[in-house]
Each structure stands twice: as C-alpha cells, then as structure tokens.
C-alpha cells in the first residue's frame, strides 16, 4: 500500500490475507486509520462518545503496537491488547483477513464519498470535519473550498479568517501534491475574465482561450490563453499584474505564465504577431490527437503546420487568417473546437458530414431542472423567475424534489397543490418568463416513481432521477432504470449515470440499453449542466443523437446563479455532436410541454 494512503476513504482495499500467510508482515497504520475513518463517521452519525472513543483507543493501540499485528490475528490474541474488546477484535480480523469490512461500508454509505478525503488536508482533524460537516454540510474538499472562499467558515464557533486562509492554503498544498485537474464549472470563470482583462491590453488584435477550456473538457489542468499584438510586452504584463494573480512563474519576450489565488490555478499567455494567430491558437487549442491528424493530413499536400504558421515544402508561407482558412487548406469542413478530440471528427469533416447546427446557448429558450426554496433551493420561486428573465429565457421548469428525498425537503402532495398555486400568481405577475409545473421524482429502488400516476399527469414536467442506493449492481441498476422509462409518466430521465465530478463515479448500468428504451418509450434523457456532474457525458450524447433519443439541457439550479450551467450543458451537448432539433427545450414553452407528453 502507498504511503500516506487511507485504504477506504480511497476505494483501496488491503489484499485478502489467508491464514497461511497471515503471520506476514500487516501494515499496522492503515489498520489504525480505518478505525479512525469509523471513528470520524461514528461521531457525524450521532453515536456515543464512548464508542467513538473506543475506535479512537483502539487504533492508537493498533498503531503502536511493537511486534507484528499478523500473529496476533492468525493466534486469536486480539483481545489480549488493553482497549480491543471482543467487538473490535471481531471487525479487525475482518479487516485484516478478508481485506474489507462491512461495517465501514455501512457506515459510509451514509455520507458523501469525500468527507474522509477532508482528512487528508494539512491541520484538519476529526473534531473540524465533524463540525464542519454538521454545520455547513460540508462533504468534499471542493465543499470545503466553497465554504471558505464564501465566507462560510468564519462564522464557525472556532473558526476565524485565519483559520479559512489557512484551510485554502492547504487546499492547494493538497491539490498541487495530487496533481489533480479541475473542474471546467470552476476554472472557466476565471479564465473569462482574464481574457477580457488580455482584450483590454493596448496593441492587442485577437485573444482567445486556448486549450482544455475552449474544448469545453469536463476538467482541466490550466489556462492557456493566445493573443496577437505587435508588441507583446504591455500584454504580457497586463496579465502579470491582473487581479488575482498570486505570483509570476516565468515571463519572456513573447509568454507570461502565472499561478492565481483562485483554485492554484496556472494560466499562460502567449502573444504573437496577427499573422500567425490562427495556427497558433490552433495549436494551442488542441487535443493534441486532433493537431497530428491535421498535421499528417498537411503532410499529404506538402504543407507544414506548426503554431508560427503554415509551410510548404519550399519554404514559402502560406496566409492563414483563420481556423476556418485553415481546414480549407486540407480541404475539410471547420470543426468547432468542442469536437477536436480525434473521435471520428476528421473524418467526418474532409467527407462533409459534419453536424453545422450544433445547439448553441442562443437556441435555448427554456430552463430545465430548477429548485426553489419550497425545497432544497437557496431562493424563492419569484426570484428564480425573474433570474431567468433577466437571461433572456422564456420559460424554467420547477422541479422540486419528491416525498422520497427527506433529506433535501422533498414535497407531499398537499405541499405540491400548494406550490401550484404559488407559480399560477407569479405567471401572473412576472410578465416574459413562464414557470411551468414540475418535479424531480425520485426512481426508487424498484424503479417506481415517488408519486401515482394520478399525481404526475398532472404535471407539465416530470423528471425521474435516482438520489439513493447507488450501490446496486449493473443487472439491478439496468433493471432500475428500464422499469422508470416503462413508466408513461416519466418525461425526461435527469442525471442518468449519477456521477459527481471528481468525488463519486458513474453507477454501473448498461447505458446502450437505457438509451435503446429511452428511444423507444420517447422519454427525453437530460444533458446536465451541472459542473459536478455533466451528466450524462459527451460519448453518451453522440451515441444518443444517434440512436434519435431527444435529450434536453438542463441546469439544475439550485440557486439564481446556477441557471447560467446552461452553458455548460450546451458545451457538453455540442461536444456529443447534439444539433439544435435534438434539444426540446430549443422549443417554446407549449411546444416543449407538448413534445414532452408526445409518448411515442
């Protein structure tokens, strides 16, 4: 086991260990920290302090013990060690000959796959996750970050402004260590506004965002930024001395790379003169996959392709103006930037069968998937309203969560019947923007919705998603969701894999077979724009466009801010090829509600 390595907070498990070869070395400290993990998440569950402290002692014991902790096991002399009672003996042995123990699984299936990842965190002990986790819900090392650059922590009995400093620091020791890439939803902002503070630079022609980011990938390492300009320097040091730049890393004559407060995040600029921008930020723009096919295909026709330009084997250069210009030259059609990823794109382009009506955020003219505070949501049904006004969409469907999700204020009935009433008087008093009547119901275990039917068809907008028991295997998760797309009042199935970027993964299911019924039954599958989840994936996209699957963006807002991961779910829909007519809510409110009750 590596170093430093909490083996279940990681999903690592020990190597089952057979009796013959039990007396061999065990590694005493990770034994010790899963009882200390059971420790942590007994103290969040409420237990008792002396049980808490009994796993406490118990792994202090295990951790300093002198001889081998293998004989001790194979001999049955646990209990022989002061603090090992019968019960820790019992689970250690589990442990340690089994290489798993059902008790910790149990145990942490009650809370978010990252809270023991807090642990891992320079200063941060039991007592602060605990406290962290019971007063903000704070669950993830990104929960963790939010919190802090919030101002949420601070108001923490204990806590202070040093102690959230502190936290964010050792946030991006951890992050650095791990070289972990980040979530797009969390970079793209940053590198936003660094492009407009490069725009805003004196010479500068051009500017673009290069790299993962302008791909639209899911995560990313850094920000790569390209510029044009016939002096570089002012540029250069505009972005040098932007707002929020935490320290220079290296500056020349013609890139300037920084390390930002925000996140720890890299960001490189480089400028060049105009004539060499489109290859250059073509370049730069990758994937890198994508860049050697064109370069092969260049090859071909005796022309060189590199960031300062375009060749021929004379040496003499060729004019490129654009990335446009670009592909013509190899005779293929513009491939938008989402879809350079050497996933069939060039050979779609140079036979001219490449999509050009890729969904754009402009097509979008309503907002699926919304919370309010008539359940999970941090503002009121009015306010979400006009916040989607003021985007310029015309409808947002409110999607509160159902009777199932205690956890997150699910709605009864009565309370749905009254919520109803509620939009009825906004619709009637925020003129431009239609609140349609909804809900996320929870698939249950069975895969049955949390309403009858007598509830759902009343409804403009049902969405069914799974929330709990992730843990079923494939058969029983296929099952699951094949039996809610079955279901004639299931409209759209919302986050269709479950997956929370980086923290939990997809569960299993045969994702062929939910879209083949999906296509089947006409339920609409959701593309949501959630940057923890992207869910369902780009792959997932492409290979539902194909089987005429509808799919819908969605945003899943919990808050006013949140209707803007619109973006994000068209990026992630034009990355699987998705065009503006497989999206229903491209349509207007009473066409989509229309679409969405059109079973097939």
């Known amino acids: 086991m590596q170093a430093g390595l909490h083996p279940c907070s990681q999903g690592i498990t020990f190597a089952p260990v057979t009796p013959d070869v039990i007396t061999s070395t065990v590694d005493k400290a990770a034994v010790a920290q899963v009882l200390r993990d059971i420790a942590l998440l007994l103290q969040l569950d409420g237990e008792s302090g002396y049980r808490v402290r009994a796993y406490e002692m118990g792994a202090d014991r295990i951790a300093g013990l002198p001889q081998e902790l ?14 090992i009672g019968p019960a820790l003996a019992e689970k250690i ?19 978010p796959p990252g809270l023991l990842e807090l642990m891992k965190l320079p200063d941060i002990g039991p007592k602060k996750v605990a406290t962290l986790w019971r ?43 791990r070289g972990e890439r980040k979530l797009l939803g969390d970079v793209l902002p940053v590198a936003e506004a660094l492009l407009e503070h490069v725009k805003a630079s004196p010479g500068v022609v051009r500017a673009s965002l290069g790299g993962s980011v302008r791909r639209r990938a899911e995560t990313v390492a850094d920000v790569d930024i390209i510029a044009s300009a ?33 996140g720890d995040l890299q960001v490189d600029l480089r400028v060049l003169p105009d004539e060499d921008y489109a290859t250059a930020l073509h370049h730069f723009t990758g994937s890198k996959a994508h860049h050697i096919r064109l370069r092969n295909l260049g090859h071909e026709r005796g022309l060189k392709i590199s960031e300062w330009g375009v060749q021929r084997d004379d040496g003499t250069k060729v004019p490129v103006t654009d990335e446009a210009a670009l592909y013509a030259l190899l ?9 350079r990823e050497d996933n069939g794109e060039v050979e779609a ?9 890729l969904v754009t955020l402009e097509d979008v003219q309503g907002a699926v998937h919304a919370h309010s505070t008539w359940s999970d949501g941090k503002n009121s049904l009015e306010e979400m309203a006009l916040a989607a006004r003021a985007l310029g969409l015309k409808y947002l469907t409110v999607t509160e969560h159902s009777q199932a999700a205690i956890y997150a204020g699910g709605l009864k009935v009565e309370d749905l019947q009254r919520q109803w009433e509620e939009i009825d008087r906004i619709n009637a008093a925020v003129p431009g923007v239609r609140l349609l009547k909804g809900i996320e119901v929870d698939i249950l275990e069975t895969g049955a919705l949390d309403y009858p039917d007598s509830v759902l068809e009343q409804l403009e907008v049902v969405i069914g998603s799974i929330h709990v028991r992730h843990g079923m295997d494939e058969d029983q998760m296929t099952r699951r969701l094949l039996n809610a797309l079955d279901n004639p009042c299931l409209q759209i199935l919302g986050h269709p894999t479950g997956r929370l970027l980086p923290s939990r993964e997809p569960y299993p299911v045969r994702m062929e077979e939910i879209l083949e019924r999906a296509a089947e039954r006409g339920v609409a599958v959701e593309v949501n724009g959630k940057p923890a989840r992207l869910d369902i994936k780009s792959e997932y996209v492409r290979q539902a466009v194909q089987r005429g699957v509808r799919l819908v963006v969605s945003c899943d807002a919990h808050r006013q801010e949140d209707l803007r991961n619109l973006a994000f ?3 992630t829909a034009r990355r699987g090829w998705a065009r503006k007519r497989d999206i229903l809510n491209t349509l207007p409110a009473d066409s989509f509600v229309a679409a969405l009750r059109a079973r097939r």
Not at 349 to 357: C, I, K, S, T, V
């Open 70 to 83: 293998g004989p001790l096991v194979a001999e049955g002399r646990l209990e022989s060690l002061p603090g």
């Open 93 to 111: 042995s589990e442990l340690v000959t089994t290489g798993r123990l059902g008790y910790l699984e149990e145990l942490k299936a009650k809370f």
């Open 135 to 177: 007063e903000l819900q704070v669950g993830s090392v990104d929960d963790l970050e939010r919190a802090c650059r919030e101002g949420r922590v601070r108001q923490l009995r204990g806590f202070g402004e040093k102690s959230e400093a502190k936290m964010l620091e050792g946030i991006a020791v951890y992050r650095r260590a």
């Open 230 to 262: 016939k002096d570089a320097a002012p540029v250069l040091d505009a972005l040098a001395n932007a707002p929020g730049v935490a320290a220079v890393l290296g500056k020349g004559g013609s890139k300037c790379s920084v390390r930002m407060t925000a």
């Open 331 to 339: 005779d293929m059609q513009y491939v938008p930037p989402e879809l």
């Open 349 to 357: 382009a140079r036979e001219r069968r490449l999509p050009e009506d």
């Open 569 to 571: 779910a068209v990026a």
